[in-house]
């Protein structure tokens, strides 16, 4: 219904920047949000950053200063900067999409994934 298509990961140098991107397609009226969360081997998916449909924006404390999330709303694509990135940013990053739909007399949550793209911060 929903299908997230992430780019922009690669291998960059502490210090340096690199810019992610998540164009979502299918069912895009149904999004709430959309965000980025991150995770590494052997430890849990955590939360980077969230911008909802309103226009209210979260980021974790690690990366707060250093990374921005922007969305394109007429493009269904969300962004993010990541600026003075650290070797400890290095993480498989996934892109994730809120969504809400009507079936009947219920309303059906569920959580779109991307598959992933890996960012790689070493010397």
């Known amino acids: 219904q929903v299908q997230l298509v992430e780019s922009g990961g690669g291998l960059v140098q502490p210090g340096g920047s690199l810019t992610l991107s998540c164009a979502a397609s299918g069912s895009t009226f149904s999004i709430n949000a959309m965000g980025w969360y991150r995770q590494t081997p052997g430890n849990e998916r955590e939360l980077v950053a969230m911008?909802?449909?309103?226009?209210?924006?979260n980021y974790a404390d690690s990366v707060k200063g250093r990374f921005t999330i922007s969305r394109d709303n007429a493009k269904n694509t969300v962004y993010l900067q990541m600026n003075s990135l650290k070797p400890e940013d290095t993480a498989v990053y996934y892109c994730?999409?809120?969504?809400?739909?009507?079936?009947?007399?219920?309303?059906?949550?569920?959580?779109?994934w991307g598959q992933g793209t890996q960012v790689t911060v070493s010397s």
């Open positions: 911008a909802t449909n309103g226009g209210v924006i």
């Open positions: 994730k999409a809120p969504a809400s739909t009507g079936r009947g007399r219920t309303l059906v949550q569920y959580n779109y």
